[in-house]
């Protein structure tokens, strides 16, 4: 079967930070029809929007699938819960949130899913990660691609690369050698 490419927006800021980025993604390899193809770096990033919280590490990944939007954003979903995710203000603090950033070219506007996610052009702690692993894709709807955004996007914005990397080949790997700081 033919597999769509997606890129998935990844963020925390409470807990065991790199540990739950380390987490999601497993839980995604883990799944039918969903592989990890390339990782960003992590990136510490001020909380936008809501602002009286903590850092977020934010990161991206570009995945191959073979399954649908809605079902990807089920599996999502479904991570997000098995993680104890707990919403309460909105963009407000969580242990991960996972967003379906972009699914080939495709433009969608259901109640449920929006694709290319529609703020994802405003923040560079999408931008500057998924500009590492597509800079030239072409965000479906603006006619730029991604790395065009990012550096429409740079000024004043507060995203610092960190010192870890995710590694696809051992994302079981070393949690604990990761300082502190990082995974608080
Ligand atoms: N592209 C998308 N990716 C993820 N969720 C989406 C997308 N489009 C619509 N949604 C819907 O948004 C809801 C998730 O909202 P959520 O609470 O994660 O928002 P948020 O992370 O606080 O804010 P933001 O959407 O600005 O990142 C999901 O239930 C889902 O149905
Ligand atoms: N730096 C940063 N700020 C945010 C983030 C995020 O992932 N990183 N997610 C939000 C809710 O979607 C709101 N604000």
């Known amino acids: ?20 980025l380390e987490k999601a993604l497993r839980r995604l390899e883990d799944r039918n029809g969903v592989r990890i193809t390339q990782l960003s770096s992590v990136y510490e990033t001020a909380p936008v929007g809501y602002l009286n919280q903590p850092d977020f590490l934010n990161a991206c990944a570009e995945i191959k699938t073979t399954r649908s939007p809605m079902d ?20 407000g603090p969580r242990t991960i949130d996972l967003d379906l950033l972009l699914y080939d070219d495709r433009i969608i506007q259901e109640e449920q899913l929006v694709v290319p996610h529609p703020r994802m052009t405003d923040r560079s702690f999408v931008l500057v990660p998924l500009a590492e692993i597509a800079p030239d894709v072409v965000i479906p709807g603006t006619g730029q691609t991604v790395a065009w955004w990012a550096e429409e996007r740079k000024q004043g914005s507060e995203v610092v690369k ?8 051992s994302l079981t790997a070393a949690i604990k050698e990761v300082p502190e700081k990082w995974n608080r």
């Open 1 to 20: 079967m033919t597999e769509a490419i997606a890129y998935i927006g990844l963020g925390t800021n409470l807990g065991r930070r790199m540990a739950h």
């Open 72 to 91: 990807l954003l089920h599996i999502l979903l479904d991570v997000e819960q098995e993680l104890h995710r707990v919403r309460r203000i909105r963009w």
């Open 162 to 169: 960190s010192p870890y990397t995710l590694n696809l080949q």
